[in-house]
Structure formats: C-alpha cells, structure tokens
C-alpha cells in the first residue's frame, strides 16, 4: 500500500521557517521524482518543488526560490522541504507527491505527473 505522510506544518508567523517531511513507503521511492504542492481553498493546487529521483536536479516555482529548499533522502524513503522567510501568501495546505514513471524537463511542474500524493499538511503564517 503506497502511503505518503506528512509532517511539520503548523503556525509561524512571517519571517520565520519551518521543515516539512514526508515519509514515503509502498513503493520504490528511489526511482522517481518526488516534490511539493499546495493549495489554498478555492484554487487550484499549485507546483511548489520538485526532485528528481537522484536528488540531483530541483525544480522551483518562481513564488519560492531563493527561499525554499527541497531535499531527499533515498535511505530513509523522506522527501524535505524547509521554508525559510515565509509569507503570508504561503499559508496553504502542502502536500507530499510522487511520480511512478520517469519524468522529463518542463513536465515537473504538472500535478498530473505525480500519481501518488499525500494527506496534506496545514501551513498558517500570521503577518
């Protein structure tokens, strides 16, 4: 049974970071692209971060960069993400993705490339 949970999210206030994780298990984890959306109610979920299975490239949305960092870890099956100068345009709920076929340039940023998602995790940043 393929599980993607998350973990980390909470309330901070602006400026602040936090780390999420997700701990992945049921599949092959070390295979493909593992990444990040969010979504706030009322829109459409939206591309955050993306790794690629080796770890060695990292996709960002342009609202992010420079400022959130996504990482793996193929031993422990975990996928990061630390948000660093949070906004209040960040508060969303974040969830954990993965791809189960090899992804190519320009398509990381599709949520219909990654056909295992996780739970959700709540992030609340108060300005």
């Known amino acids: 049974q393929v599980q993607l949970v998350e973990s980390g999210g909470g309330l901070v206030q602006a400026g602040g970071s936090l780390r999420l994780s997700c701990a992945a298990s049921?599949?092959?984890?070390?295979?493909?692209?593992v990444g990040w959306f969010r979504q706030v109610p009322g829109k459409e979920r939206e591309f955050v971060a993306s790794?690629?299975?080796?770890?060695?490239?990292?996709y960002y949305a342009d609202s992010v960069k420079g400022r959130f960092t996504v990482s793996r870890d193929n031993v422990k099956n975990t996928v990061y993400l630390q948000m660093n100068s949070l906004k209040s345009t960040d508060t969303a709920v974040y969830y954990c993705?993965?791809?189960?076929?090899?992804?190519?340039?320009?398509?990381?940023?599709?949520?219909?490339?990654?056909?295992?998602w996780g739970q959700g995790t709540q992030v609340t940043v108060s300005s």
């Open positions: 790794v690629t299975w080796g770890g060695g490239y990292t």
């Open positions: 049921g599949f092959q984890f070390s295979r493909y692209a």
């Open positions: 993705v993965s791809s189960d076929r090899p992804l190519y340039v320009g398509t990381y940023y599709s949520p219909d490339e990654y056909s295992y």
